[in-house]
């Protein structure tokens, strides 16, 4: 297969202007005569939603959520990148674009990363237009901080709920469209499955979540928001119903799987209790503005923090990367733990966790601006852990957190099936092997605000659309097969429950494909999965009916493509032979123990497609061209 990303010709600060000039148009008119069916109403769904209705479309928008609101933007905390250099600090647009190029190890498109990099300016202005309550000076100026892998503070944050204040713009902006009938919505709903026809993405087929009833939707174009799949290490920091089924469907259909190896482990979560934990919980990479990390000296070092002297502690990170000091990047950051924690010196319980401590902030700013800065944040981890951050240092360790991998898109974020649009964790495009903190609110809305209103039209306004309806061929084959396959999944009455082996699994990840791989740990895990996948077809035990509200049912669908996505994370992981980012194989890594890339064979997408049950996926590439940032060993020292 021919991968063409579509990237426009000329220099690249003028691809996107002159692109949006020469993309088709669908006048006013023809607009309402186009349905497109939005998946996913989070921050990138919720505002090409919105958008979209604005323009003119007719549009159809899904969520398993019971509302827009609940979707999982809204537990991000930092903040969202823009290049408005307000503090007058060296920012710019082209270093938000370099900075996001090497943060991913540069291992992401340019084109797309300097676009994003562009629209980031566009977004605040938005936001702020929608009412954004962003943190402000005393003086009335929009606020900014840092965050990691950047040395400059242009970061907008409204305290430590950002992502929660957004996605509350956005859904406002989505119920103004819903009221006015340019929008319509249907909430606990899941997508089962992408109907194509004549090679068009065509339609979707969903499962009300609680009556049970299996239905299609058909439209002119699909467009899927539905985020990452981190979930496939069972502990994540995303919420529990976050799942890949969407994406993976699709990929089923057709649509090639970029990079799915890429997966980030965010430095700052609260460390694991148990072996019955159900979730992660993360802590705001904001936190690392003043708190310090650090671990003993002393191997095996059981004294409370407060009674280890200053001259036996490590702030490792400062040590090791002077420049960027508890601010180097989340894959970074996150290595560098847990070498900490394997040399001894961890802390807590079993020893994996490291110190997020405040003490020095608090003694030069006052408790009060601390509280001012992350109350929420500190709130919440003394509900969890009933420890008092104000007083004691924050424990910490790293988990998984995001995906920068997902469906493979072009410049127009259309995947390789015509029709099918691919919009913010859940494609590919923008982060590389590695995603700058506060990185993905700006995604997410440059994908569904700026970028996709523009693009869609340009495949609307040249697509030759056939009616169909229900009765169609196709339509009445896959909204069969759905129906067969949650009839299979209630028929196999075996004696394990979904959550075993969706915990098996994700213990499985972590240990093979976690923050280090290895060969050998990887090929295991290629043999383990398939086996572990026979066994769930024949031994899962899924109560209650397809007729009703059935958490356990929706918990096995997606659990069945988790078990297939985890083989393909690990083929890709073996494939790729080399230490990019978050993508760490020990078998390449620098004297120093750091990444070590090989640009000459691996400076590539890697997308795969699927080749049918029980058959390896076949690898396509995309290569990278790197004409305006040169390649260079990726340095935070």
């Not at 020469?22 to 958008?51: E, I, M």
């Not at 997508?191 to 609680?210: E, H, P, S, T």
Request: glycine fraction near 10%.
């Amino acid at each position: 297969m021919d991968l063409n990303a579509r990237v426009p010709p000329g220099p690249l600060q003028e691809k996107w202007d002159r692109h949006r000039f020469d993309l088709r148009l669908v006048s006013p008119a023809n607009k309402r005569k186009h349905t497109v069916l939005v998946v996913g109403s989070g921050l990138a769904g919720g505002s090409a939603a919105a958008s979209l209705s604005e323009l003119g479309y007719n549009v159809k928008c899904f969520c398993f959520q019971d509302s827009p609101r609940r979707a999982h933007s809204i537990a991000a905390q930092g903040g969202i990148n823009a290049a408005k250099n307000y503090p007058n600090d060296g920012d710019s647009i082209w270093r938000l674009f370099y900075d996001t190029v090497k943060g991913g190890d540069f291992r992401a498109r340019e084109a797309n990363v300097y676009r994003l990099a562009q629209i980031s300016v566009n977004i605040i202005d938005q936001c702020v237009a929608q009412g954004v309550p962003f943190a402000r000076e005393y003086g009335g100026l929009l606020a900014n901080r840092s965050f990691g892998g950047a040395q400059v503070s242009r970061t907008f944050y409204a305290r430590g709920q950002t992502g929660q204040q957004l996605l509350l713009g956005a859904y406002q902006a989505l119920e103004k469209e819903i009221a006015r009938g340019g929008v319509v919505m249907f909430p606990r709903t899941e997508m089962l499955d992408l109907i194509v026809i004549g090679g068009q993405a065509r339609g979707i087929v969903v499962r009300d979540m609680v009556t049970g009833e299996i239905s299609s939707h058909l439209g002119d174009a699909v467009v899927l928001g539905t985020g990452g799949y981190g979930n496939v290490f069972y502990l994540s920091t995303n919420a529990k119903g976050s799942n890949a089924t969407a994406i993976w469907r699709a990929h089923k259909r057709g649509a090639l799987f970029g990079n799915p190896c890429y997966t980030q482990i965010h430095p700052t979560c609260i460390p694991v209790s148990g072996d019955y934990q159900s979730k992660l919980t993360l802590m705001s990479e904001s936190l690392r503005n003043d708190g310090r990390v650090w671990v003993p000296k002393r191997r095996d070092d059981k004294r409370p923090p407060g009674e280890i002297p200053e001259d036996e502690r490590d702030y490792y990170l400062e040590r090791k990367y002077p420049s960027f000091g508890n601010l180097a990047p989340r894959d970074v950051a996150s290595r560098a733990a847990k070498e900490a924690c394997d040399d001894g010196r961890g802390v807590g319980p079993g020893g994996l966790g490291v110190y997020l401590d405040f003490a020095d902030a608090i003694k030069r700013l006052g408790e009060d601006k601390i509280r001012e800065r992350y109350g929420n944040l500190f709130e919440m981890y003394q509900r969890i852990t009933d420890e008092n951050p104000y007083r004691v240092p924050m424990r910490i360790y790293p988990a998984v957190h995001y995906t920068m991998g997902g469906l493979w898109v072009d410049y127009d974020l259309m995947s390789t099936i015509p029709g099918l649009f691919v919009i913010g964790e859940a494609n590919f495009s923008d982060h590389g092997a590695n995603r700058l903190g506060a990185s993905a609110l700006m995604q997410g809305l440059a994908d569904g605000y700026f970028i996709l209103p523009s693009t869609i039209g340009n495949y609307l306004a040249g697509a030759r659309l056939d009616r169909v309806d229900a009765s169609h061929g196709e339509v009445v084959r896959v909204e069969g097969a759905v129906n067969q396959r949650v009839r299979t999944l209630l028929s196999i009455t075996g004696k394990r429950t979904v959550d075993s082996f969706h915990r098996e699994l994700g213990k499985l990840m972590w240990d093979k494909c976690g923050m280090a791989r290895r060969t050998d740990g990887l090929r295991e895990a290629i043999q383990r999965i398939p086996a572990l996948r026979e066994e769930f077809w024949r031994n899962v035990n899924v109560p209650g009916s397809d007729a009703e509200l059935n958490q356990a049912l929706e918990k096995a669908g997606r659990v069945a493509d988790f078990l297939e996505l985890g083989e393909l994370i690990c083929r890709d992981a073996l494939h790729r032979e080399e230490s990019c980012g978050g993508h760490f194989r020990e078998e390449y890594q620098t004297e120093d123990g750091e990444a070590r890339r090989d640009d000459e064979r691996f400076a590539y997408v890697a997308a795969w497609a699927w080749r049918g049950e029980g058959q390896e996926p076949c690898l396509h590439k995309e290569p990278l061209v790197f004409d305006n940032v040169k390649l260079a060993a990726r340095s935070y020292k």
